[in-house]
């Protein structure tokens, strides 16, 4: 990598938006900031539960998180925190060697991702096909949807709410959501889920209604997250340890990342920033790990709840970050006053909008490989997790396609007046067609002399270069010659890489020709 890359990276860290601040719009970022923070605390307390540590460990994870991927990640509007994905990785390590291996842990995972940043391997998300993001948003409006069945439980105890207390919460939940989809409507000054978060909370309180709020979960109060080393041992046995769950963490918390940089650049109108984004997120890990924080990646949900509410830049995010941070130094009396119904009606609201509900009607249009693969890739993320499921799906939609190129392999034959055969190859060539490609020819029934044209075809890997080669040596040992045409310059260099003899033919002159070449015939024949 050249210095102008470093600059021209420097740069683009250095830029911190392009939307001008009118006091209009600074008014619409902080309110934004502010309902996601809210939407935000609940979140990182459960997640923490489920890594087995302590609330304000999540919490912690959310401010830093959030506060540095706001200020240098890949696309403004993107809200990042401490997420469910890698809270269930977390748990093993957690109950098996405590929460100071957890710490090194998410250090290490930063490192790695400021790594895959670095060397700009996140531009290969662009790998991921659209049926399995549409499998991705789906699966993952599905765990936001069960995520919130735990706010339907007793505080403190394993059963679930039922009788009057179970309406109660039902009701509050369907009000707050028939005010964020009225609210519009009204105005547009304060966000649709501020504004029900806000009168269902001033209800509940008001009327002193026994339901269920931020503060039967745990205190969020607490001061400063304060620097720390992680105590363990700095030895291989250490590293032996943490490292499988850095790489299997490190990957997660990017595919999540990255698949919602796509999905955000999608509603903003931007592209790019994939490796920035990575980097951005490398950084707030191994800070996060330093600081007693769970570490974390983008999240979907409050990520949707600020574009929705109107953030469109940095500062929304960043404010989220900060407000979270204020209600952990000095709001947390009020902030445990807000009912659970009303933060798990804007939840339920972003899964409806999460969800894409035209993938549904379109199941039936498309190929069935690709509703396979968006059912598929649905199921599995919400039985596994969502790094699994992309695999899966790409894996899924590799074999698919190369199946259906594989099975694209055929010829289209003539004799030409001096009674050679030409074989024109269509479709391409490569370890997938590969035995398709051995059986376009007819050995017996061919003249002396055979002409493979490979002017429609792409000649695209070593497993290509030996059907040929395999297809030639049989015509040699049949006494017949066989002669190559229109491989293209790719195809030459693979073959000069593979070391075979290259040589341009005289009749065929903007290609390159494999095979052995006779001087005495000006004819090509097989190896």
């Known amino acids: 990598m050249t210095p102008s890359y470093w600059a021209a990276f420097a740069d683009r860290l250095s830029n911190v938006d392009s939307l001008s601040l009118t006091p209009a719009r600074l008014r619409t970022e902080l309110l934004a900031g502010l309902t996601v923070a809210l939407a935000l605390v609940p979140e990182a307390v459960a997640f923490a539960f489920v890594a087995g540590v302590h609330p304000l460990v999540g919490l912690y994870a959310a401010f830093m998180v959030g506060l540095i991927t706001a200020l240098f990640g890949g696309r403004p509007g993107m809200v990042s925190g401490a997420t469910g994905a890698l809270a269930v990785v977390m748990v093993a390590l957690v109950a098996a060697h405590g929460v100071e291996y957890l710490f090194a842990t998410v250090v290490l995972m930063g490192l790695i991702q400021i790594a ?101 979960m745990s205190s969020i109060k607490g001061g400063l997250p304060v620097f720390h080393i992680p105590a363990v041992p700095l030895t291989w046995e250490t590293l032996s340890i943490i490292g499988p769950y850095a790489v299997i963490l490190a990957a997660i918390g990017l595919i999540e990342s990255l698949l919602t940089l796509n999905l955000v650049g999608e509603m903003t109108g931007k592209r790019g920033g994939a490796s920035r984004e990575c980097v951005a997120q490398g950084l707030a890990n191994g800070v996060t790990g330093l600081f007693g924080g769970m570490g974390g990646c983008a999240m979907i949900g409050q990520s949707m709840i600020n574009v929705k509410s109107g953030g469109r830049t940095r500062v929304a995010a960043t ?209």
């Not at 207390?165 to 105005?187: C, D, E, N, Y």
């Not at 899964?351 to 039936?364: D, K, M, Y």
């Not at 035995?435 to 695209?460: K, Y």
């Open 116 to 216: 895959v940043g670095l060397l700009r391997w996140g531009k290969f998300i662009r790998l991921v096909p659209h049926p399995v993001m549409l499998g991705f948003v789906n699966g993952l409006a599905i765990v936001i949807f069960l995520a919130q069945m735990q706010q339907f439980r007793v505080p403190g105890a394993a059963q679930w709410l039922s009788g009057a207390q179970l309406a109660l919460m039902l009701g509050l939940v369907g009000l707050t959501m028939a005010i964020i989809w009225a609210a519009p409507k009204v105005t547009r000054v304060i966000p649709a889920p501020l504004a029900g978060i806000g009168i269902v909370a001033a209800l509940v309180i008001g009327l002193g209604l026994d339901v269920p709020r931020v503060g039967d």
């Open 319 to 527: 404010a989220a970050a900060l407000f979270l941070l204020a209600f952990i130094l000095f709001g947390s009396s009020v902030i445990e006053q807000i009912p659970l119904a009303a933060l798990v009606g804007v939840m339920f609201m972003v899964v409806i909008g999460t969800f894409a509900w035209n993938s549904l009607r379109i199941l039936r249009k498309v190929p069935r490989t690709d509703a396979f693969v968006i059912v598929l890739v649905t199921g599995v993320t919400v039985a596994t997790d969502l790094a699994t499921a992309v695999v899966v799906g790409v894996i899924v939609s590799a074999l698919a396609y190369a199946w259906g190129n594989a099975s694209r392999i055929h010829a289209v034959t003539h004799v030409t007046p001096e009674g050679a055969k030409v074989y024109r190859i269509q479709g391409p060539l490569f370890f997938g067609s590969a035995a398709g490609f051995g059986e376009v020819f007819d050995l017996g029934g061919d003249p002396a002399l055979v002409i493979v044209d490979f002017s429609d075809s792409r000649v695209v890997d070593q497993s290509a270069l030996q059907a040929i080669e395999a297809v030639a040596g049989r015509y040699e040992a049949a006494g017949k010659r066989i002669q190559l045409r229109h491989l293209s310059r790719d195809c030459h260099r693979l073959l000069a890489r593979a070391g075979h003899l290259m040589i341009d033919s005289d009749d065929d002159p903007d290609y390159a020709l494999a095979v052995d070449y006779d001087v005495r015939t000006g004819i090509l024949g097989a190896h």
